[in-house]
């Protein structure tokens, strides 16, 4: 009796831990574009093209400590306190160069060479963004 207790919270720790594990954590369809450049997945390091994304949602620009390529624009951003509301970063992928020139009052050199016109799309993506932060 006992040893069958003990084999069953053994399959339950075993299966809580596959839960937490990245293969429950597969990266929404909506994030397919952005997946070019940027690693999604909690813990992952940023990539040469574009920071890791994960958690974005709410944080302060430059929020990936060890990507090395942000632009002159994201970092004046960043010093201006921009976050990444929901509603900025509806803004921010439809157009990066012209929302970081009005956050800033000025237009410097931004870095992503991607836009996601289609509203649609921009707020599934937004969405995609959330359900990663959700998966640590
Ligand atoms: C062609 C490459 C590329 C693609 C595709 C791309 N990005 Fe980016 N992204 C970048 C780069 C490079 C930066 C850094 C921008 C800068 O410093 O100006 C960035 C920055 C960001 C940031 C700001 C991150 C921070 O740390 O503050 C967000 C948010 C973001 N991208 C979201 C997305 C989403 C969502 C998608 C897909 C819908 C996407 N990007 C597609 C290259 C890309």
Redesign the pocket.
């Known amino acids: 009796m006992k040893t069958g207790l003990a084999m069953l919270s053994m399959v339950a720790v075993l299966t809580m831990g596959a839960a937490a594990s990245r293969a429950d954590c597969p990266v929404p369809p909506s ?1 397919n ?2 997946k ?3 690693a999604l997945e909690p813990g992952k390091p940023s990539r040469a ?3 890791n ?1 994960n958690g ?1 949602p709410g ?1 302060a ?4 400590g060890d ?1 090395k ?3 002159p ?2 970092k004046a951003a960043q010093a201006k306190g921009v976050t ?1 509301t929901d509603d900025n ?1 509806f803004k ?2 439809g157009d ?1 160069k012209a929302f ?1 020139a009005e956050a800033n009052g000025e237009p410097l050199k ?5 836009q ?1 016109k289609d509203e649609a799309k921009r707020k599934a ?1 937004i969405e995609g ?1 959330k359900t990663m932060a959700a998966c640590q």
């Open positions: 994030l574009q952005c070019t450049c940027h093209t574009g920071p994304l974005v944080q620009a430059m929020h990936a990507f390529g942000y632009s624009a994201m990444w970063l921010y992928l990066p970081l931004n870095a992503m060479m991607f996601m993506a963004l």
